[in-house]
């Protein structure tokens, strides 16, 4: 109950600060769209799969929680038909914003418009050491005999389905497989290569921007149609009707 808890806090605080904090446009338009990027590659990569287990013999998530007793605590806690979407926020918003908000204060915005193999290899360890740590932690309330008798399901993020997955034992006797560290081993290449994409754009807007608030500094040396033009491509019409007016 306690990981029930604190997965629905740490998925749904991300999400309303997002929100809180968009309504006043403090949150950079770049981190939004990664925001709901990360959140499309978690639900549609792997959640949803292994939530319903979709791809036999996958079972669905209420089955693997509890499988002597499907009305347990932390079924009703967190039902399976809302459980891929907190699961989502969850890997979004503590995973995800994590890496982009670490990467942003360790280096600066260039390692986000251009391949670097250090950003790279940043993502790697953070994205799949937090499910090495998510895996053992669930890993652990289950016992090893029932553990055998549980599968997860084929998902895009994880290609090679419980049919061929391979395991070991750690400490407490909590198991970690291939086919639970593939979605973010996969997932940290695809994320990285969404930032890049997104900043990119980002970067080469500002600097049309850039470029176009030059021009408009040079509009007493224009005419009347050649200012508009200049602002309406910059968006700031009300810069054209002030600077007529004055004229």
Same mark, same amino acid.
């Not at 499907?70 to 806690?77: A, G, M, S």
């Not at 081993?185 to 290569?193: E, K, N, R, V």
């Not at 021009?215 to 007493?220: A, C, G, N, R, S």
């Given at each position: ?6 997965t629905?806090i ?7 600060f997002?929100?809180?904090n968009?309504?006043h446009? =403090?949150i950079?338009?770049p +981190?939004v769209?990664l *925001?709901?990027?990360?959140f $499309?590659?978690?639900? !549609?990569?792997? &959640?949803?799969?292994w939530?319903?287990g979709l ?9 693997r929680?509890?499988p002597?007793?499907l009305?347990c605590?932390?079924?009703?806690l ?9 699961n989502?926020?969850?890997?979004t ?6 890496g982009?908000?670490s ?5 600066d915005?260039?390692?986000?418009? =251009?391949?670097?193999?250090k +950003?790279?290899?940043? *993502?790697l360890v953070l994205? $799949?050491?937090?499910? !090495?740590i998510? &895996?053992?932690?669930?890993s652990?309330?289950i016992?090893g ?9 084929w ?10 997955n391979?395991s070991?034992?750690?400490?407490g ?6 086919q ?17 994409i997104?900043?990119?754009?980002d970067?080469?807007k500002?600097?049309?921007l ?5 021009l ?11 200012r508009?033009?200049?602002?309406w ?8 009707t002030t ?5």
């Amino acid at each position: 109950a306690v990981i029930i808890i604190s997965t629905y806090i740490l998925a749904l605080v991300p999400a309303l600060f997002l929100l809180s904090n968009q309504f006043h446009r =403090k949150i950079p338009k770049p +981190v939004v769209s990664l *925001y709901a990027i990360g959140f $499309v590659l978690s639900a !549609l990569g792997f &959640e949803i799969w292994w939530t319903f287990g979709l791809v036999p013999p996958g079972q669905g998530v209420d089955y693997r929680r509890c499988p002597q007793d499907l009305n347990c605590i932390q079924n009703r806690l967190l039902p399976q038909e809302i459980n891929w979407i907190i699961n989502s926020l969850f890997d979004t918003g503590i995973v995800c914003m994590a890496g982009v908000w670490s990467v942003l204060k360790v280096w600066d915005q260039d390692v986000l418009v =251009k391949w670097h193999w250090k +950003v790279f290899f940043f *993502y790697l360890v953070l994205f $799949v050491g937090q499910n !090495l740590i998510v &895996e053992l932690l669930i890993s652990r309330q289950i016992s090893g005999e029932e553990e055998d008798e549980l599968f997860i399901s084929w998902a895009p993020l994880s290609p090679i389905g419980p049919g061929w997955n391979p395991s070991f034992r750690v400490f407490g006797g909590a198991r970690i497989s291939l086919q639970n560290q593939l979605p973010w081993t996969l997932m940290t290449p695809i994320f990285y290569g969404c930032c890049i994409i997104v900043y990119r754009r980002d970067s080469e807007k500002q600097q049309n921007l850039a470029d176009i608030d030059k021009l408009l500094k040079q509009t007493q040396q224009h005419t009347s149609y050649e200012r508009f033009i200049m602002t309406w491509l910059k968006g700031d019409f009300h810069i054209y009707t002030t600077t007529d007016a004055k004229s």
